[in-house]
């Protein structure tokens, strides 16, 4: 204001003149350290300042009317911190994961949880793996499968054993026997009262006039002797059913644990992306206050304020979007585990990227032996293999053993009969129109069908442990490469600060500066998680992901 007076009055006084030319200087001097005080507070961070706290005032003041960001609290981990030292850039650590030192307020276990004596603190990726052995449904309806294929193996295991059946029955009848009797003439001695002939054969006296009640009494016991291999066959592939069921549950709960490992390693990526973006904005927001106190001293053009104003536009709506993962990520997390809408389980940032030294072939190796489905596709190959032989045994005969033991009770006249009855029966179906040939057809087409998918199976392991080994690489490769990409990132950074801090460099130069070290951030840390994400889907196709059930199936 002094300079706009001087300026003014100089118009009409010489005096005024020379006082107006030596206030310009002093006032162009005021305004270059204004200037360069202005930069350096938006470039140095602040200490003894909670950011999460200015995060907040300075969202609120921004877009006041904006309801969709939402700043979480709770402190930055160390290692994925953007802003840089005014003498020096901080060193990008090593690619390792510290512990966070505080966690957020959404990574605590709530009070829904089945794990009380994890409350208020985050669980390890093993813990929640473990919690999703117990909360998962899935997981339940495939122990019942187990259940239901031992029941299978019983009702096959009974088919050895002989049955045993009673029977009991009361009730009466009324017999009248009448018609012109049939007698037989005897030398001697008198006729012999005349009967008459029921088919099949009974004869019963003429004249015989009988009306009573009984009581039937009867004991059968049965045993199928000999069948040449059919129950042998059932049982057989009965006894596979309950392996396969076993070694199917065992990789539903490797498959959970996978699910687990991916949606825990997403919630950690989009959480660091997460404060990437609220350091971004913050830093967006710096650029445009002191571009705006700039051009209001008339230092900047009116289109370096618009140019500031669109950068925060676009870090405002990167930090929507990071929000908006963060919270499909942990719904997906929730999913995973089989919690309920409501619970919530606390994430705990690994302590360091594990190395992963096998080669590819020792993976395959590994897949050949650990992989459920190509032991599950050998134990079909084999029950295709019994039931084939169930079919070339319907073929020949059974012999079966068989005893009954009848007990007859009249009531009047009073009188009873004790019948007892063992056989042995053979039974040959000599023609059945083609039935067990077509059987027999169908029995062979399913044993070359296993094996082909079998072997389908197989090629498919392969090609999904070399695809995912692959990616292992890349993502491997993608952190030694992002890594010097943040040091020089941080490195540009710190020039321009300096300079910027002289009055050398521009708002343009400052914002592409932030910019670049943003996304070389952002790229470090997808790198990392890619990283992780990679591992635990290279270990779930080659089948070593936990599982409680990997011994009793490596034991089959």
């Known amino acids: 204001m002094r300079l706009i007076e001087c300026i003014q009055r100089s118009a009409r006084s010489p005096a005024c003149l020379v006082l107006g030319s030596v206030l310009l200087a002093v006032g162009c001097s005021q305004t270059r350290i204004g200037y360069r005080g202005a930069l350096l507070e938006s470039a140095t961070p602040r200490k003894g300042v909670d950011p999460q706290r200015v995060d907040r005032e300075r969202t609120a003041a921004a877009a006041p009317g904006d309801v969709k960001v939402h700043p979480a609290s709770g402190e930055v981990p160390e290692w994925a911190r953007s802003e840089v030292s005014p003498s020096a850039p901080a060193p990008l650590p090593a690619p390792s994961l510290a512990p966070p030192t505080a966690p957020e307020p959404s990574s605590l276990v709530t009070s829904g949880s089945d794990d009380p004596d994890q409350a208020g603190r985050p669980v390890s990726l093993q813990e929640a793996i473990d919690l999703a052995f117990r909360r998962q449904p899935r997981l339940r309806a495939h122990l019942e499968s187990i259940d239901q294929a031992r029941g299978l193996k019983g009702v096959a295991q009974s088919l050895f054993l002989p049955t045993l059946g009673t ?17 037989l003439p005897s030398a001697g001695q008198a006729s012999i009262p005349g009967f008459t002939v029921v088919p099949p054969g009974f004869a019963l006296p003429v004249g015989l006039n009988l009306s009573t009640g009984y009581e039937l009494a009867e004991l059968k016991l049965q045993w199928l002797v000999i069948d040449f291999g059919r129950r042998l066959g059932t049982y057989e592939a009965a006894q596979l059913g309950v392996d396969i069921a076993q070694l199917q549950t065992d990789r539903a709960y490797q498959t959970v644990a996978n699910e687990v490992a991916v949606a825990y390693y997403n919630v950690l990526r989009t959480r660091a992306l997460r404060r990437t973006a609220r350091e971004a904005t913050r830093r967006s927001e710096d650029q445009r206050d002191v571009a705006r106190k700039l051009a209001g001293g008339g230092v900047l053009e009116r289109e370096q304020v618009l140019r500031a104003e669109v950068l925060l536009a676009e870090s405002l709506r990167l930090l929507d979007m990071a929000e908006e993962a963060v919270g499909v990520a942990e719904a997906a997390l929730n999913l995973a585990i089989g919690l309920k809408p409501g619970e919530m389980i606390g994430v705990a940032e690994p302590p360091e990227v594990p190395e992963f030294r096998p080669a590819l ?16 596709a050998r134990r079909t190959v084999e029950v295709a293999q019994a039931g084939n032989r169930v079919a070339t045994a319907s073929f020949a005969p059974k012999v079966v053993a068989e005893g009954t033991l009848l007990d007859l009770q009249q009531a009047a006249p009073r009188g009873h009969a004790d019948i007892a009855l063992g056989f042995i029966r053979m039974e040959w179906t000599m023609f ?23 072997e389908s199976i197989a090629d498919t392991i392969a090609f999904q442990v070399n695809e995912n080994y692959r990616r292992l690489m890349t993502a491997r490769l993608g952190i030694d490469r992002a890594r010097p990409a943040v040091e020089q990132a941080r490195e540009n950074y710190r020039l321009v600060r300096a300079r910027a801090v002289e009055g050398d460099a521009t708002p343009t130069e400052i914002t ?45």
Do not use: W
Not at 433 to 452: F, L, P, Y
Not at 516 to 538: F, G, K, M, P, V
């Open 361 to 376: 072939c020792d993976c395959l190796e590994t897949a050949i032996r650990g992989r459920r489905e190509f032991q599950v």
């Open 432 to 454: 059945e129109g083609g039935r067990r040939v077509a059987s027999k057809r169908i029995a062979d087409s399913k044993v070359r069908e296993a094996m082909a998918q079998a």
């Open 512 to 556: 592409d500066a932030q910019t670049a070290l943003t996304r070389s951030e952002q790229n470090h840390l997808n790198s990392i998680y890619d990283y992780l994400s990679a591992i635990a889907r290279l270990e779930y196709v080659m089948g070593v992901s936990p599982s409680p059930f990997s011994q009793e199936s490596h034991g089959h």
């Open 167 to 183: 029977a009991y029955s009361v009730g009466g009848y009324n017999l009248n026997v009448g018609g012109d009797s049939f007698r």
